[in-house]
């Protein structure tokens, strides 16, 4: 199945300038838990809650003078939007990552990957076998 089947469209994006109570409120209010930060509409780093509490509460960084660029991680990873299903879980292992951001054939940003998403497909098809094998047991 091709990524771009699974990706979510609605990506939830920001500039390298964007400050970090910004970035929080954002995260906040989009129920996201990461942020892609793009220039051009290419994805060039990410922002993940944990990011914020890593480096920001835990070092005691002022919030103030902190902006996205100090904090994400940059070049991330990401998925060409035709490739499949085993590619984004063999990059995601290989590369100890949660999140996939998706581009298309110019390297823009069309979509995100997450691991969550992966679980939700992988228990959509676990349900739906079960549903095979129930019929075709016997009765006991």
Known sequence: MPVENLARSNVVTAATDVSI????SIMIDEAV???????DGKPTGIVT?????????AEKTDPDAVV?????SEDPCTIEH?????????????HGIRRLPVTDSDGEL????TIDDLNELLADEHQELAGVIRKQ???Y
């Not at 809650?49 to 890593?54: E, N, P, S, T, Y």
């Not at 069309?110 to 990957?113: A, D, N, Q, V, Y």
């Open 110 to 113: 069309s979509g995100i990957l």
């Open 82 to 94: 035709g490739a499949g299903f085993y590619q984004a879980t063999e990059l995601m292992s290989e």
């Open 68 to 72: 996205a660029e100090d904090v994400m």
């Open 49 to 57: 809650d944990r990011d914020l509490v890593a480096n920001v509460l």
């Open 21 to 24: 109570d910004d970035l929080a």
């Open 137 to 139: 047991r016997p009765p």
């Open 33 to 39: 838990g990461s942020v892609v930060i793009t220039d």
